[in-house]
Nanobody, 119 residues
Framework: QVRLVESGGGLVQAGGSLRLSCAAS????????MAWYRQGPGKKRELVAA???????NYADSVKGRFTISRDNAKNTVYLQMNSLTPEDTNVYYC?????????????WGQGTQVTVST
């Protein structure tokens, strides 16, 4: 069991920056990867960035060069630094954790944090 709590969302003008945080608690030793997803009104939830427990990261094409995912293992926290934001980045951003327990895999989700980018 893992609990994920996101923070750092807010309102920013186009071209600005935000940093999202996701703090994990519970069975954190079983986490194999963490990721950020986003979902806007009437849209599907899409992967933004992911990072494995070994630190290997990947990004959606739409955010490459603008967003950076990072981790602080001591704090069991994952961050998403978002730069050069555009109105198209307006979404609810969700933290996700993939756990492995024996042969089983489990996914956990945070509550989401709103990011709004104005023109």
């Amino acid at each position: 069991q893992v609990r994920l709590v996101e923070s750092g969302g807010g309102l920013v003008q186009a071209g600005g920056s935000l940093r999202l945080s996701c703090a994990a608690s519970g069975s954190v030793s079983n986490i194999r990867a963490m990721a950020w997803y986003r979902q806007g009104p009437g849209k599907k939830r899409e992967l933004v960035a992911a990072i494995t427990s070994a630190g290997v990261a990947n990004y959606a094409d739409s955010v490459k060069g603008r967003f950076t995912i990072s981790r602080d293992n001591a704090k069991n926290t994952v961050y998403l630094q978002m730069n050069s934001l555009t109105p198209e980045d307006t979404n609810v951003y969700y933290c996700n954790a993939l756990l492995r327990v024996g042969r089983d895999h489990d996914d956990y989700w945070g509550q989401g944090t709103q990011v709004t980018v104005s023109t």
